[in-house]
């Protein structure tokens, strides 16, 4: 259990849940820039990106889904440890969120959308080793992680070439294989069909629920903006609207908040 603000025991475990989150809230203090100094504005408020959410995520391949600026990363990066919330409870695998711990990392994958994460100028594998290496690993077993995921994820025939020539659908599959590399319980995908083709969306999609949850049995949580995109795949949705969780259940179950959130979005 993570105690941000002090509070010990504020979640019951009541069922198989891979994550569980109370009272989240994360603010942002926007900075202001030189037109903001100009116009008489020295300060702005805070920009409140998680607003006290709670909810459990169950088994399987979960849909995190709401328009831009929901607040979809900021819960994905608190999960993954990478950001603290200043306040509430989280834990996954029934672990407190650390993402100082290698082992955790290794326990939690995470796979940002773009190819912005990774070095251009190195080769899929030469990333990966790196990668691994935060993980805690060897320099042999980073390597050996490395082929291993880049097999799975279909990069096979491209990794020793460097990653600036590869396409957007290749970038997104490294950034799956490198979710991947500790071999996660749990994978947190943001957005990860962000500039794909339809064909290679549906191919990814695919990849994901055959290899990933059904075959290794690995829980998946999807943010997307998409609503359509979670409609078949998964198993239930998380709808984020302005910082808030705003409904949970099937797709049926969230359908008409959905169609709400979107339409008052435009
Ligand atoms: P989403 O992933 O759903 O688009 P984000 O989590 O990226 O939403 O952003 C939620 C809100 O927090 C937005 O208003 C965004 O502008 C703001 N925000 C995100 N990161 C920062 C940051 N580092 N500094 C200031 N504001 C941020």
Redesign the pocket.
């Known amino acids: 259990m993570s105690e941000i603000d002090g509070t010990p025991n504020a979640i019951t475990d009541t069922s198989g849940a891979f994550v569980r989150a109370k009272a989240l809230t994360k603010r ?4 202001t820039t030189w037109g903001h100094w100009l116009s008489g504005v020295f300060s702005l408020p805070d ?1 409140v ?1 998680l607003d006290s959410v709670s909810f459990e995520i169950q088994p399987g391949l979960v849909g995190l889904v ?12 608190a999960i993954a440890g990478l950001i603290t919330p200043d306040t509430g409870q989280l834990e996954v695998l029934g672990m407190p969120v650390d993402g100082s711990q290698a082992a955790f990392r290794r326990r939690v994958g995470y796979a940002v959308s773009g190819d912005r994460s990774h070095f251009w100028r190195l080769s899929a594998v030469e990333n990966l080793a790196f990668f691994g290496a935060l993980h805690g690993l060897s320099r042999a077993k980073s390597l050996e992680a490395a082929h291993a995921v880049l097999t799975l994820v279909g990069l096979e025939n491209v990794k020793h070439r460097a990653v600036r020539e590869y396409s957007t659908g290749m970038s997104q599959r490294l950034s799956v294989a490198r979710g991947l590399l500790g071999e996660p319980e749990c994978l947190l995908l ?1 957005e990860p069909t962000r500039g794909l083709d339809p064909g290679n969306a549906e191919r990814l999609r695919q990849f994901v629920l055959d290899e990933l949850v059904a075959a290794r049995g690995i829980h998946v949580l999807w ?1 997307t ?1 998409d609503p359509q995109e979670m409609k078949s795949l998964c198993t239930s949705l998380i709808v ?1 609207n302005r ?1 808030r969780v705003v409904a949970d259940g099937s797709y049926n179950h969230v359908q008409s908040k959905l169609e709400q959130v979107f339409e008052c979005n435009d």
Request: proline share 9%; net charge positive.
């Open positions: 942002y203090r926007p900075s920009i990106a709401g328009p831009n600026g929901a607040g979809k990363t900021t819960l994905m990066r943001d943010a903006h984020l910082g």
